[in-house]
């Protein structure tokens, strides 16, 4: 998956999906982003807006949780019966 964030360095990176719940995700970053810091996740054929609530270290990389507007499930199930 890929990751676009202004405050990011390099303005994008690569991205692991860590956990997903209804209302956000939660991925492993290898640069770290300032909470309230707006995310654009691509993720095969969808996408998801979202703020980062939190971004904590994680071994040599950081887990930042995702605040997202559309159901998350619901996004992913649609894309997934395309």
Known sequence: MNVNCSDLRTGSCKARLSDLSVHGLSLILKEKV???SLIKVEWGTVTFLGEAVYC??????????????DSVYETARKSAEQ
């Open 56 to 69: 904590q270290p994680h071994g040599k990389e950081f887990l930042v949780g995702l605040k997202v507007e």
């Open 34 to 36: 300032p909470v309230a």
